[in-house]
C-alpha cells in the first residue's frame, strides 16, 4: 500500500519560514520524480515544485527564489523549505510521487499552510 504523508505545515507571519517534509511508503522511492503542488480555496491545484530521481529541479515562477525542493532517498523522504511566505502562499500544500513509465502517480493527504499576520 503506498502512502505519502505530509507534516510541517501551519500558521506563520509573512516573511517567516515552514520546512514541509513527505514520507513515502509502499513505492521504490528513489524511482520517482517527487513534487509538491498546492491548491488554494477556490483555486485549482498549481504546481510548486518538483525534483527528479536524478536531482533535476523545477520550481513556479511564483516561488523561484523562497522555496527549495529536496529529497533523502535514504530516508524515502522529500523536502520543502519555504522561506520568505506571503500571505499569497497559503494554501493546502500536497505531496506527490510520480513514475512517468510506469504510469504510477500518487498524492498525499495534503498539509495547511497559513500566511497571515
Known amino acids: 500500500q503506498v502512502q505519502l504523508v505530509e507534516s510541517g505545515g501551519g500558521s506563520v507571519q509573512p516573511g517567516g519560514s515552514l520546512r514541509l517534509s513527505c514520507a513515502a511508503s509502499g513505492i521504490t522511492f528513489s524511482f520517482y520524480r517527487m513534487g509538491w503542488y498546492r491548491q488554494a480555496p477556490g483555486n485549482q491545484r498549481e504546481l510548486v515544485a518538483t525534483i527528479t530521481s536524478g536531482r533535476l529541479t523545477d520550481y513556479a515562477d511564483s516561488v523561484k527564489g523562497r522555496f527549495t525542493i529536496s529529497r533523502d532517498d535514504g530516508k524515502n523522504t522529500v523536502y520543502l523549505q519555504m522561506n520568505s511566505l506571503k500571505p499569497e502562499d497559503t494554501a493546502v500544500y500536497y505531496c506527490?510521487?510520480?513514475?512517468?513509465?510506469?504510469?504510477?502517480?500518487?498524492w498525499g493527504q495534503g498539509t495547511q499552510v497559513t500566511v497571515s499576520s
Open positions: 506527490n510521487a510520480d513514475h512517468i513509465i510506469f504510469q504510477r502517480n500518487y
